[in-house]
């Protein structure tokens, strides 16, 4: 497939209306967490929620700095312990097929103390899909906060944001806020959110010298970075009307453009950091400053790395929009805007982004996914990484965990041995069918042992050294294929079930209980 067949086109129109005052200057709708932080705070008339109710593990911590922002001077940390791949995860009501925009910002502060004087570097995820690497050391450096941006469509009505360490983490992973911020239907639309999401890579106003541009100007709250390279920019008084571009660019990215001084090609060497070899999307933003021009002096071509992306572009007042889906991409990366040759006026250009297309991580089976967590809620005391999808990412299933491969996920083994947990087994394990062990012995779990018989693919059942009370449920004798069924030194009463006496290629323990009939020798 040629790079042109995956290549839309928008113009944006003149009589398109513009947004209503009042619209503009909503905020977005969604989640504005200050993690760490104790209290609800406001800031630019915007509220900021403590993250207690969205996150029940890791270390609130106070910054020492001086001068930060109140978003900055506290954050959440999580143990490192040993380098074990555990993820923590926010998890958030949202609304089921909603485009969200997911901000995370980190700023380390030395919050780890003396001994790692440079930031901890570890894994970021949505969900089942890893994101991408923190890596906040140059930022830091240059005394400045690391913030990383994507979109997500809402596929279930929670959405769980998780950082984790990895093989290169030498201290505790910690995060300072966490955004999540609806975003319109129209935007990135042609995107396939139901397989991708968006990771963005830059976003810059190439003619704005200023401080970053997002909310109020930005409605979706969208940063957008002064570009460093530019040289020759040319101011404009009449922006165009941003509720007919596509994506819905802050008219503010149109009151400058970068350009060149004489009529010749215009390159730049965007985005500024080399690439990994991926799929990209790129949309580019342009508008003249004068009706003036005639529309046959408008045109450029725009090549991208000397391949051509987009031909003969007609650029009005009104301006227009140009963006590629799925473009391959590689190393460092250069765009050319030349003026085709009956046109004679420089190229110019306002504003661009570019996002690495994620392909999604797969998900853990509903039904799998509710009944570990009617499981969870049984529990006093569940391992700290009990949240987010189970079993995705793959290296970040939880706790005791073990699932299965290709496209339906699910739970396979249940291993907790020796956990300390308190609590009683709930009977939404019988939900679990996939299940072929389950290991809980050496626990402090009380109560009664559910009904199980729906397991049909369960071997091995070890509740040993709990404090189980009650009887032996005789359906335990339905499970065709249990081989080891393990209860010894709890509190079970009753009658051994006659449907486990016997039972050929069953390996049964039961002493140490208080049974009316003898254990099986």
């Not at 570890?122 to 941006?149: A, C, H, I, L």
């Not at 529309?295 to 992306?309: E, P």
């Amino acid at each position: 497939m040629s790079p042109m067949s995956s290549l839309s086109l928008l113009f944006s129109s003149l009589f398109l209306s513009l947004l209503s005052l009042s619209l503009s200057q909503r905020p977005p709708k969604g989640y504005l967490i200050d993690c760490g932080a104790a209290a609800r705070t406001v800031i630019d008339g915007r509220g900021w929620l403590p993250d207690g109710e969205f996150i029940s593990t890791g270390t609130s911590k106070k910054l020492t700095a001086p001068d930060l922002s109140p978003t900055l001077s506290t954050v959440r940390s999580f143990p490192l312990d040993n380098n074990l791949r555990r993820k923590f995860c926010y998890v958030a009501r949202v609304y089921r097929g909603a485009r969200y925009l997911i901000r995370t910002t980190y700023y380390y502060g030395g919050v780890n103390g003396l001994s790692f004087p440079s930031p901890p570097v570890f894994d970021q995820m949505v969900d089942g899909t890893f994101w991408r690497v923190v890596n906040t050391t140059e930022d830091y450096q240059k005394g400045k906060p690391s913030s990383y941006e994507a979109v997500f469509e809402a596929r279930g009505t929670t959405m769980s944001v998780c950082v984790a360490p990895n093989t290169y983490s030498e201290s505790d992973p910690f995060i300072s806020s966490l955004e999540m911020l609806i975003l319109g239907d129209s935007l990135y639309n042609t995107t396939h959110f139901d397989s991708n999401a968006l990771s963005l890579v830059a976003r810059h106003s190439f003619g704005h010298n200023g401080s970053i541009i997002r909310y109020p100007d930005d409605r979706f709250d969208r940063y957008w970075e002064p570009y460093e390279g530019n040289v020759y920019v040319i101011a404009s008084n009449n922006t165009p009307p941003v509720s007919g571009f596509w994506n819905i660019p802050p008219s503010k990215v149109f009151e400058g453009a970068l350009s060149t001084d004489q009529l010749e090609a215009l390159e730049l060497s965007w985005p500024p950091s080399s690439l990994a070899n991926s799929t990209y999307y790129i949309a580019l933003y342009f508008a003249y400053n004068s009706d003036s021009i005639p529309s046959s002096s408008r045109l450029l071509d725009i090549h991208i790395n000397d391949v051509m992306y987009c031909s003969n572009l007609g650029v009005t007042s009104a301006g227009a929009a140009v963006f590629a889906t799925r473009w391959q991409l590689a190393g460092p990366t250069k765009i050319t805007l030349s003026p085709v040759a009956n046109s004679n006026i420089s190229p110019l250009i306002n504003a661009g982004e570019i996002f690495n297309v994620l392909p999604l991580g797969g998900r853990t089976h509903t039904r799998d996914v509710r009944a570990l967590e009617n499981f969870k809620k049984r529990l006093q005391n569940p391992p700290l990484d009990w949240n987010g999808d189970p079993c995705l990412p793959l290296d970040y299933a939880w706790t005791g965990i073990t699932c299965s491969e290709g496209e339906r996920i699910r739970v396979i083994t249940l291993n907790l041995t020796s956990m300390g947990l308190l609590g009683s087994l709930s009977s939404s394990i019988a939900n679990l069918t996939a299940l072929s062990g389950i290991w809980l012995g050496n626990n402090s779990l009380s109560g009664v042992i559910p009904d199980l018989s729906s397991l049909k693919l369960l071997e091995i059942l070890r509740l040993e050294d709990n404090q189980f009370n009650g009887d032996i449920p005789s359906s335990l004798g339905d499970i065709g294929r249990l081989r080891e069924l393990f209860l010894q030194n709890n509190n079970l009463t009753g009658r051994i079930p006659d449907s486990l006496f016997g039972k050929p290629g069953l390996d049964l323990r039961t002493f140490g209980n208080r049974f009316l009939s003898p254990a099986p020798s």
